[in-house]
């Protein structure tokens, strides 16, 4: 199993990006997904999750500005960012509580994507 996260880049304040994460592999079912951050010098810090249901929470910075979803039949989490400030400029990881199967048995843990980078400067 492994997620693997794209769409970071260099964006102008108050624009917008569009991440995505994959995840891939011998994938039973996918509990919680989120998006986290950490930004230079700073702990990784949560931003956004969603539950299987669809239930999602935020952290405050992000509230109103950005939007987590899924695609449930891709195995996929999207994080849309709109209104970009300076300090949302981080590396971007994508996260996911994973059933899955592995020699005729099943194992749940968390994976982590490899990370995108997230710049907004002008």
């Known amino acids: 199993v492994q997620l693997q996260a794209s769409g970071g880049g260099l964006v102008q304040p108050g624009g917008s990006l569009r991440l995505s994460c994959a995840a891939s592999?011998?994938?039973?079912?996918?509990?919680?997904m989120g998006w986290y951050r950490q930004a230079l010098g700073k702990q990784r810090e949560l931003v956004a999750v969603i539950s299987g249901g669809g239930t999602t929470n935020y952290v405050d910075s992000v509230k109103g500005r950005f939007t987590i979803s899924r695609d449930n039949a891709k195995n996929m989490v999207y994080l849309q960012m709109n209104s970009l400030k300076p300090e949302d400029t981080a590396v971007y990881y994508c996260n996911a509580d994973i059933l899955y199967s592995s020699g005729g048995y099943y194992s749940r843990r968390e994976y982590w994507g490899q990370g995108t980078l997230v710049t907004v400067s002008s």
């Open positions: 592999g011998s994938i039973f079912s996918i509990n919680h």
